[in-house]
Nanobody, 124 residues
Framework: QVQLVESGGGLVQAGGSLRLSCAASGRTFSSYAMGWFRQAPGKERELVASISASGRNTYYADSVKGRFTISRDNAKNTVFLQMNSLKPEDTAVYYC?????????????????WGQGTQVTVSS
């Protein structure tokens, strides 16, 4: 069982930055691939970034490539999402997720555990 708690959301102006954190419970964190999803009002939830269990491989949706960076600290059971050059269209609830498959590619990511979400609002 893995419990995930996100933090770091908030209100920021377009062009600004935010750093999201996701703290995980359990001693098996380093065996899970991790991902960040987002869901805007009226839209489907989408996976924007993922990282392999080892942290060596990262993957991004085209919409955030070059602006967002996912990373993890397995010693601290934490995964991060650094978001730069934010746009109003990045406004959404952001969710952290864990996948038992350690590979973590976006196409194959299947969420076994979810966090409760954190709101990110980007004003124009």
């Amino acid at each position: 069982q893995v419990q995930l708690v996100e933090s770091g959301g908030g209100l920021v102006q377009a062009g600004g930055s935010l750093r999201l954190s996701c703290a995980a419970s359990g001693r098996t964190f380093s065996s899970y691939a991790m991902g960040w999803f987002r869901q805007a009002p009226g839209k489907e939830r989408e996976l924007v970034a993922s990282i392999s269990a080892s942290g060596r491989n990262t993957y991004y949706a085209d919409s955030v490539k070059g602006r967002f960076t996912i990373s993890r600290d397995n010693a601290k059971n934490t995964v991060f999402l650094q978001m730069n050059s934010l746009k109003p269209e990045d406004t959404a609830v952001y969710y952290c997720a864990a996948d038992r498959n350690p590979i973590g590619t976006i196409d194959a990511f299947e969420s076994d555990y979810w966090g409760q979400g954190t709101q990110v609002t980007v004003s124009s």
